[in-house]
């Protein structure tokens, strides 16, 4: 139990920044750069970790408490979420809400931090963020309502593990409609490019990082690191969702999920190579369809089901 | 076979989705006749056990009639009147997304009070053919360009299409004969009505129609 544990907490902790090496490596490989190495975002963690936090005349405690806490609501989330076959350190009854949630809180911290710096430049950030994450949040509510209806359990360690093993013989087109689904939510999540590029600083663009613009040193590295662990988690969703099939062999499983999750990173840094960052009013569009594919999804669970 | 038949009739209902929110009139007709070309493949999945001569004419007729030749036609009505992309639209993009989503909903809601009095192989079959019918209805209502009101009209065709494959061991003739002639009517009165529209007008927008005087 203790090694389910600690297997756990480092996968959850330690991974994630590996992604955005990866994303990285395939978006240097499509321009035909070398690009960083894979171990670019600890070197960048690790280099913010050292800086001291500049703070402006404005800002109180929330700005300076804001990168802790959402990044601890994150880690909180992913706390709950089974990784490969590996159960979650906290689990009961009900627990989505709570994941759901957890990450609700994390955004609204950070818009609240955003808000707190006084200048109106972050306080129009927060307002887009605020707007794309009431699309995203019912999306990723009714996608995880569909997901409970199959799998019988309100757990998410009952819905991911094994729960949906045979769903995908019965029901396969409405999992590709979720999986679809869940796909775009990461990437609206996460501000990946066809709704956000994390790269640039172009006012007109920036949605998430327009928000952290004002956040500097150490807190900066936490918002970094919060933000590579929520890809973390949404990506696992995903790749849950998909490979059902487990060993359950602890390292096996632990061991194929990870190069999942990479080929995941690649298929992100593909789809960010190959599509132009959506003007921002057309990004509605793009959420709305993702809803549209869960509310069709969900339709067609409750007809069959009930 | 059944999943597979689920597969492709949520499929259609995705592209019927794509074709609402799209506003370039290529990408309308593309994705229309990609759309009907898998809609001609519900009839080989839908009697794949007892596969009869007149079900393959039905299926590939609307295949390479739908799928090909009617984006052909409107490939060439378009480069006709050069027109490129819906300029203004009654109900906004948005607007038609989540309306069509409620269409769904809807054709759910209904095909459930439904008796049907043959035997169905997939209970998506009614509320698709009802979703692409309300799409249909929604591109007739809400663009103003003549081209994108034609594929409005031929995507609530293909719902009546899907709705007919039910009726295929009935009356398998009346099926047959009622998709050549809607098509040929939609596309005869359809060519007329752009044609003389952006003759007289230089433009296809039906708009202008609403404020003729005598």
Known sequence: MNVILL???????????????????????????????????????YKLMRKASVYSLTANWIFKAAPMVSTAAILAAGILMPIASLKPPVQFWGDIILFVYLFAFARFVIVLAALDTGSSFEGMGAS?????????????????????????????????????????????????????SLFLILLVEN?????????????????????????????LAYIFYGKAVKLFIFGSMVVSLIFTFKTHNLWIDTFFFILEMIGLAVLIGIVESTMARLRLNKV???LFSALMFSIIGFIIILARTI | MNVWLDAILILVVILGLFIVSSIRLGTMIKIFGVQSMIL??????????????????VSLAAIVLRGFIMPYFLFWAIRHVSERSEASQVIGTGATILLSGLSVVGSFLLASKLVFPVPISSDLVIPSSFSLIIMGFLLLVGRTKAISQVVGYLVLENGIFLFAILLLKKMPLLVEMGILLDLFIAAVVMGIVVSHISDEF???????????KD
């Open chain 1, 7 to 45: 297997l756990h907490i480092t996968v959850l902790f330690v991974f994630p920044p590996f992604l955005l090496g990866f994303i990285g490596k395939t978006k240097a490989f499509f321009a035909g750069r070398i690009g960083p190495p894979l171990l670019q975002p600890y070197f960048d963690l």
């Open chain 1, 128 to 180: 887009r963020e605020a707007t794309f994450g009431c699309l995203s949040e019912i999306t990723l509510f009714l996608n995880l309502t569909i997901l409970a209806l199959l799998s019988r359990s309100l757990s998410l360690s009952g819905i991911f593990p094994g729960g949906l093993s045979s769903s995908w013989s019965l029901v396969g087109p409405v999992l590709i409609l979720v999986v679809v």
């Open chain 1, 191 to 219: 501000s990946r490019i066809p709704i956000d590029d994390p790269d640039t600083h172009l006012e007109l663009t920036m949605i998430h990082e327009v928000m952290v613009l004002d956040h500097s040193g150490v807190d």
């Open chain 1, 284 to 286: 509605p569009y793009l």
């Open chain 2, 40 to 57: 001609g493949l519900v009839p080989f999945l839908m009697y794949a056990k007892d596969m009869e001569f007149y079900i393959i004419l």
């Open chain 2, 202 to 212: 230089n433009n296809m927008d039906t708009i202008q129609l609403s404020t003729l």
